[in-house]
């Protein structure tokens, strides 16, 4: 996935987390809903969503 693309995603997710509007286990939604080219991909979403969680372990927060 391009850098930029998953910046976008990330950023997004870093407010959705912020806002408390969601438990992060459950984002998946709601980056469908946010994003148009993740509708009708939730397999897509949920990859997105796991990175973001894995590099917030790896790297100690801010999904970068």
Request: cysteine-free; charged content about 30%; proline content about 6%.
């Amino acid at each position: 996935e391009e850098p930029i693309l998953m910046e976008k995603y990330f950023a997004y997710l870093e407010e959705l987390r912020h806002s408390s509007a969601t438990n992060m286990y459950g984002a998946r939604p709601y980056l469908q809903r946010k994003f148009p080219e993740l509708a009708n991909d939730p397999q897509r979403a949920s990859e997105i969503l796991r990175a973001w969680m894995d590099s917030y372990r790896t790297e100690g927060g801010n999904g970068k």
